[in-house]
């Protein structure tokens, strides 16, 4: 892959600003599950989100299309949208039942899920289901729906469409209705496609033929892809960008090169580190899991999230958060070792009043 | 889809035929045979017992035979259409049954519609609004529907009927229009009647139908394919319509299955109560009187009736869900 | 683990130390009814219930009259209500309980006696006045009520009388010992028969599992009435109370059985797969021991709440065969029997208080429902 350069102001379709989501019981506390969260999707790239299961990173994706559960709601912040280059609309401003939100859902952004099977309805054949995608956003009848219906099922690869579109389900197998499932989302051409974990429930050479059919109708459609997924293999095989979530906040962001050659966040080095690489057995080293449990988001400190499992924290680490600090051109996190003079040294961070490492500032 | 078909009529003729053992035995349980009874009766109102007659009669039954002859008797006689004598009425029961028999299924028939047009809605709006102030009283209201038995409602209703408006509130016709064929007038006036006992009937269903819907919609609710279905652009409620709705009706409708016997059941008791032209009243009166051929063949019937509501059900069913028309999970 | 508390605490001790570190151990008893008291609907339940049994149990001495005594002099008296503050009219007051009496008049055209109160005649109440001996519960003697009228032969129809001028009270309260006890009964047959049949089924499964299900499944797709009054009404009619009330108790349960094998068989299919009974199997235990040792006692509450659920049923056809009249019969006083009074609508016109036992009936078994509920719920922490 050539070297990608960094977004283009121009073609920015989605900037989230500074976002909170705040989830909210009865009898407890509110409990802020994502906080401060900004980051900018371009057309035609992928942004990948990142992190372990419970960090926000769903509900992140989820509070783009204002499809939170009734216990959460977006405290501050803005989602701006442009769609076509005009003025941008504040989704987080938008009702989510409105008129307005329901006409960007699925139609200018749509969303591919997990769980394919459970993600269907079981009692609706796929064709069903498509073309009411298609007759809910665009003025056609029923015919000409399932016309297109079938041409997008023989676009994400799917044997014998016509007939496929009348079959339910769970008469496919996983990987077959993970693309039925992407056909729908693509049903009425969006700006912006949000895949939560899209290939986590499938096996792994099904994995790799969807990730190959998501690139290709990038490609081809010129969207824009916010993916969601646990795997640092597949960020490193479909995304162009990478935030690494912890917890709620966003600790690293940057272009997939930069953040994997040289991560900034301990966090994002502890994750590289407990990757098994491919090598001869004799130079393997041993696995360098993350120490301790995530806590849960009530015990989260009030400074840097990761200060509980941090090797390098010190002072300030768990009661300031950490602002943004760029680390490269469009490459940035939050670790109060990158500001602070005073800060313990570690290879490989560029820390103030320690001179580059080769390279690292492009 | 066929397989499914034949397998549930293969359950439904067994079924049948375990209810024909159940029905005779239940013939041959008072002590005596049924010509004892007969004779009995005869001689009550007085009449002369002719011997021959007697004769003809044991002869037909089987009286005299062991008890799996009578039974292949009997049985045989019902496949043609026979199910025998009824000595209290002098006449054969299939002419006294056939008539009453369709009240009885109109009437329950009319519930199950009243139940499923009631709890439908209430069951989604508990549902949806779980925890709100709806979802409480239909909680609270189902649990009292719940614990009254249906006949003391009837006996309340009617009781409250008659205090206020002076009438009293029973039977499914005007006494002019028992007999006539079926019109506008008849139509009419059977509704001015049947709403009573369709309400006391639909009463306890509808409160189970109200849990369950609630229930299984709940369950529904949480799925992913609801956030599919939002994540479309399909306005809320048409989302919850479309999708979860339908799901959960499937369940619902194999409740059938369970509804039915103690429908059939309620209508015996509040048939009684009300003094209605269903199987019921006569069902009570030929036991009473030990008029064994015609309480048997109620009981047969009865079950039989219910035995097909519930294949119907599973048709219905069948015919919603896909997973299992198709045989697939 | 969240599994642990359906286990017997012996079996994992290190577990509910976990999860419960000051207090160590919790017996699975504990544990239900702690969890049990926190539904208030079914706690407040619990005490009615056992108010009800109360007064079944103590039915001779809590009700004034016995089932029986009649009174020609007081057919279908009204209710008298129990008065505890009387003004004379010289302005004195009284206070403590007691009745009104009746002034009678003839309603010159229907011949009928009326009654009216009559609120200058005041017939004082006390606690454990002297009776007529009797015998609680048929062989203690005793020749006290719990309460009654000071003057022994004044009227006293606290909530009015019936058609024989019988005391609609006491009826009731003798009543609630034929309906609750046919009902527990009942019920205790329906168990023997679920645990053995749904045991045997639910802990051997094959064959034997497939047909008793296909019985329960023909025996649940019947419409039970109609099947109850042919059993009931085969019965002899000069068989004597007794020999009736538990020839009715048996055709009862005969067809009630199968709900709580059905739960009794879910139990068992779901506790043979867990690891302790193979732990249990695998240690050589025999399968007398592993049932009563092992798995009995793990399932114990959910039976209790199953049972609990099924008595309302069991009362429910009761009252709905002793009504139609094919169930108990009369000198047998039931919540059922005393319904059957009530048929005609014209006597209940005139005698609403006939309805009594039905607001009595509605009573039981919503607090029997709530509380088998409650105990569901309690016993099955995560069965929502």
Known sequence: ?362 | MLSFLFRRLIAMVLTIWAVSFVAFAIIQLPPGDYLTSYMASLSAAGDRINPETIAALRERYGLDDPYVIQYFKWIGGIVQGDFGESFEWKAPVTDLIWGRLGNSILLEGLAILVMWLVALPIGIYAAVRKYSLGDYLATIGGFIGLAIPNFLFALVLMYLWYVYFGQTLGGLFSPDLEGSPWNLERILDFLAHAWAPVLVLATAGTAQLIRVMRANLLDELTKPYVVTARSKGLPEWRAILKYPVRVALNPLVSTIGWLLPTLVSSSVVVSVVMNLPTAGPLLLKSLTTQDMYLAGAIIMLLGILTVIGTLISDLILAWIDPRIRYGGR | ?384
């Open chain 1, 1 to 362: 892959m050539t070297p990608l350069t960094p977004m283009d102001a121009n073609e920015t379709l989605l900037r989230m600003e500074n976002v909170n989501i705040v989830f909210s019981s009865p009898d407890e506390a509110d409990i802020e599950a994502v906080r401060q969260v900004d980051f900018t999707l371009t057309r035609g790239k992928t942004l990948a989100l990142v992190g372990e299961s419970g960090c926000g990173k769903s509900v992140t994706a989820r509070a783009i299309l204002r499809l939170l559960d009734k216990n959460a709601r977006i405290d501050h912040g803005r989602i701006l949208f442009s769609a076509d280059g005009g003025e941008p609309t504040d989704i987080a401003a938008l009702g989510s039942d409105s008129k307005a939100m329901r006409s960007i859902r699925g139609n200018r952004i749509s969303m591919i899920f997990q769980e394919p099977m459970s993600s269907l309805s079981p009692v609706h054949t796929i064709g069903d289901q498509i073309d009411e995608m298609i007759m809910l956003h665009d003025d056609v009848e029923q015919k000409s729906a399932r016309e297109r219906t079938v041409e997008l099922l023989d676009q994400v690869g799917i044997p014998g469409p016509r007939q496929r579109a009348d079959s339910y389900p769970f008469q496919l197998s996983g990987g077959l209705r993970q693309r039925a499932m992407i056909a729908m989302a693509l049903a009425c051409k969006p700006d912006l496609l949000i895949a939560d974990e899209p290939t986590t429930a499938l096996d792994v050479t099904t994995q790799a033929q969807i990730l190959d059919l998501l690139r290709a109708l990038q490609a081809e459609y010129g969207m824009a892809m916010l993916f969601i997924t646990h795997d640092l293999g597949v960020v490193a095989e479909i995304a162009d960008e990478v935030a690494v979530m912890y917890l709620g906040d966003v600790v690293e962001q940057g272009n997939v090169f930069d953040v994997f050659r040289a991560p900034q966040h301990p966090y994002t080095r502890a994750l590289m580190s407990s990757i098994p690489r491919m090598t001869r057995r004799a130079q393997r080293e041993r696995l360098n899991p993350i120490q301790g449990n995530v806590p849960s988001p009530r015990n989260r400190p009030e400074g840097c999230a990761f200060t509980t499992r941090c090797p390098h924290a010190f002072a300030p680490c768990s009661s300031v958060h950490p602002g943004r600090t760029p680390a490269g051109e469009g490459h940035w996190a939050r670790c109060h070792l990158l500001t602070h003079e005073d800060a313990p040294r570690v290879e490989g961070i560029l820390q103030p009043g320690v001179p580059a490492i080769e390279g690292d500032r492009a």
């Open chain 3, 1 to 384: 683990m969240a599994v642990t508390t359906h286990v017997p605490v012996a079996a994992e001790p290190e577990a509910s130390a976990e999860r419960r570190a000051p207090t160590g151990r919790e017996s699975q008893v504990r544990m239900t009814w702690r969890r049990f008291k926190q539904h208030q609907l079914a706690f407040v339940s619990l005490w009615i219930v056992v108010l009800f049994y109360l007064v079944a149990v103590f039915a001779e001495f809590i009700a004034p009259m016995d089932a029986s005594t009649y009174n020609p002099r007081y057919t279908y008296a009204p209710p008298q209500g129990i008065h505890f503050v009387a003004v004379d009219p010289d302005g004195s007051w009284h206070f403590g309980p007691y009745v009104n009496g009746y002034k009678t008049e003839i309603d010159p055209e229907a011949l009928r006696r009326v009654f009216t109160i009559d609120p200058e005649v005041r017939h004082p109440l006390g606690f454990f006045v002297e009776s007529e001996p009797y015998r609680l519960l048929g062989f203690i003697p005793m020749q006290h009520k719990l309460f009654g009228t000071v003057e022994p032969d004044a009227p006293l129809y606290v909530i009015g009388a019936d058609r024989l001028g019988r005391d609609q009270l006491s009826r009731l309260i003798h009543g609630t010992r034929i309906s609750l006890s046919i009902g527990l009964v009942g019920v205790v047959l329906s168990l023997v028969f679920g645990v053995i049949i749904g045991g045997f089924s639910g802990y051997y499964g094959g064959w034997f599992d497939g047909a008793v299900q296909r019985v329960i499944e023909f025996i649940r797709s019947l419409p039970t009435i109609p099947l109850w009054l042919g059993l009931a009404a085969a019965l002899p009619r000069d068989w004597g109370p007794l020999q009736t009330y538990f020839a009715i108790t048996l055709i009862l349960s005969l067809l009630g059985w199968t709900e709580l094998a059905r739960v009794v068989r879910g139990r068992f299919l779901a506790l043979r797969t867990e690891d302790f009974v193979t732990a249990a199997q695998l240690d050589g235990a025999s399968d007398y021991r592993i049932i009563v040792r092992h798995m009995v006692p793990s399932f114990m509450s959910h039976i209790i709440a199953a049972t609990t659920l099924a008595i309302p049923g069991m009362i429910l056809a009761e009252t709905a065969l002793s009504f139609l009249g094919l169930g108990l019969q009369a000198p047998i006083v039931s919540w059922g029997t005393l319904l059957q009074d009530a048929q005609n609508i014209r006597t209940l016109a005139g005698a609403p208080w006939l309805l009594s036992p039905g607001i009595v009936v509605v009573v039981a078994i919503l607090a029997m429902n709530f509380l088998g509920d409650g105990l569901r719920d309690a016993a099955d922490p995560y069965g929502r």
